[in-house]
């Protein structure tokens, strides 16, 4: 069984900084894509970054400039650096990835984290 499990969120006085990790475990072979999305009250889910196996990343607009997604492979972690952050950054963030088991049958599933909430004060 594989689990996605995220930290690091709270609350945060705007123009400040909070880190999140969201670290998977269970029974993995590999993962391919990392992503972070956030979903806001009363507003769809949307994709903040996104890092490939070989660390290549994207942003959506809205964050780029302020937001870094890495990932530490060997502790099959991502994380999201996030500064200068704003009120309208506040959402539950969630962390998702493309992972590849092989119990109980050998395929790639996406996963999805609980969810770490993040609150940026005016």
């Known amino acids: 069984q594989v689990q996605l499990v995220e930290s690091g969120g709270g609350l945060v006085q705007a123009g400040g900084s909070l880190r999140l990790s969201c670290a998977a475990s269970g029974s993995i072979f590999s993962i391919n894509d990392m992503r972070w999305y956030r979903q806001a009250p009363g507003n769809q889910r949307e994709l903040v970054a996104s890092?490939?196996?070989?660390?290549?990343?994207t942003y959506a607009d809205s964050v780029k400039g302020r937001f870094t997604i890495t990932r530490d492979n060997d502790k099959r972690t991502v994380y999201l650096e996030m500064s200068s952050l704003k009120p309208e950054d506040t959402a539950v963030y969630y962390c998702n990835a493309d992972i590849k088991v092989t119990r109980p049958i050998a395929a790639q599933f996406r996963y999805w984290g609980q969810g770490t909430q993040v609150t940026v004060s005016s």
């Open positions: 890092i490939t196996s070989d660390g290549i990343t």
